[in-house]
């Protein structure tokens, strides 16, 4: 599950720490990540 979250860790630091810009997709794409892994989360 963690390696799931990897990437969108990662889209977040870039844009705290080192100022690049997130586009829309990559924000839709993480909350695809995030709910998808809620999901698996609340199955179990």
Known sequence: ???L???VMA???AW???SE???PL???G???VL???WLARRGS
């Open 1 to 3: 599950m963690s390696l």
């Open 21 to 23: 810009p997130l586009v």
């Open 35 to 37: 709910v998808g892994i």
């Open 26 to 28: 990559q924000i839709a």
């Open 5 to 7: 979250f990897q990437p």
């Open 11 to 13: 889209g977040v630091f």
């Open 30 to 32: 993480g909350i695809v």
């Open 16 to 18: 705290v720490l080192l």
